[in-house]
């Protein structure tokens, strides 16, 4: 003990306090500015989490439903991907229960078509061509052959089950992988895409945001019969959880599309192009009414919006399984007027995320906690008087504040590399 205060006391002798401590703020202010030698990132995140796992509300959300894919819907219904048939019925029902938005979290970026169905196209097209389907008896053949067609065209069932309903959104990923950049743009992206950006001028903030230039294809037909279209890209922290959702990604060169969380709000509340703006390097407006108007913060240039999460999984979002829809056992009580988001909770199918509350969290659970935090105004955001966003607060329409904050404030502040184009 005493050698210990002896060498303390060298120490000062040699270097008085004022030197220790302008050398340490150095250090400090250089590991903020720069990143190098930053211990403080990974302890910032996991304080984070800790925070956000006690602040998850249990309570179940009253405007959204879950209709999962589980293990048992496999045992029942058979292996995934299903045929598209049973979607098809599925959102048929939801329809007629009277759920306003119905989200289906699953892509579909190709034709489900077997050689049969191929083989009664080509004979139909044969038919019309040698002019056969135009008086009997070849009429009526051609009339059978006709709906044969329509009973194996699995597509046409659940694009028609989607025109029907009038409320079924789709998803869409950006490739963030390659360095392609498409020749043509898809019909579906100028329909989708915010039409109010403010900030567009400011070179900082449009450089800020995250610019992909190819989309993941998207079947044609179901997208001319969507009624919205969002993209599903999650951009993971370095340790690979997902805290936060960019609610507007840049494609080519001047489109910004919106989330799939945003087509959603804006389906469920009936919102036009120009209810919605998006604030470049700020954030989103929506106005909801004349008097109503909720903004969406974002915790850097990138438009990172932090996810508020809520406990899970299974505890705040009420679950009905697929097969349950499927059959029509179900009251409709459970989905009238509500969001209803559709996709696979079974480990092995879908996209499982690590998270602040779980470390297999679903996709469509994910999407749920985002949808969430608009429609109850629940979002982490900084106080004003603070430049760099270090200080996290929790703000809901009730006007309570938590504070919910990273403890060194490096988090937010660094620039993080952009993904591969």
Known sequence: MFRHKSFIMKVKTVFPDWLIGAIATLFFLFMMFTGIFD?????EMKTFDFRAKLAAPEQRNPDIEIVGISDDDLLELG??????DILAQGIHHLSLAGARVIALNI???????????????????SYESLGLAEQEPGLSFYKQLSEAAYDLDKDAKLSSAMKEAGNVLLPITFDTMSSGRDMAVPEFIPKNTFKKIEGAQDERAQSSLIWLSEVNPLLPAFAEAAAGIGH??????????????IHGLGYLKDMVFPSFTIAIVKAFYGLSDDDIAIILGKGLRLRLSPSSLVEVPVMDPEMRTLIHWNAGPGVAFHQTPFSKVYKNQIQTSLFRDKIVIIGPTAPGIGDHFVTPVSHQLPGVEVIANAV??????????????????????FESRHGGHHNLGTPFGLWHCRNRPLPVL
């Open 39 to 43: 211990f403080t990132h990974a302890i």
């Open 79 to 84: 292996r995934f991907p299903w045929p598209r």
């Open 107 to 125: 892509l579909f970026p190709e034709p489900e078509e077997s050689a049969g169905v191929k083989t009664i196209k080509s004979l139909k097209e």
């Open 372 to 393: 969430a935090n608009i429609l109850q105004q629940r979002f982490f955001s900084r106080p004003p008087w603070i430049s760099c966003p270090g200080f996290a607060r």
């Open 232 to 245: 599903l890209n999650f951009f993971p922290d370095n340790d690979g959880s997902i805290r936060n959702q």
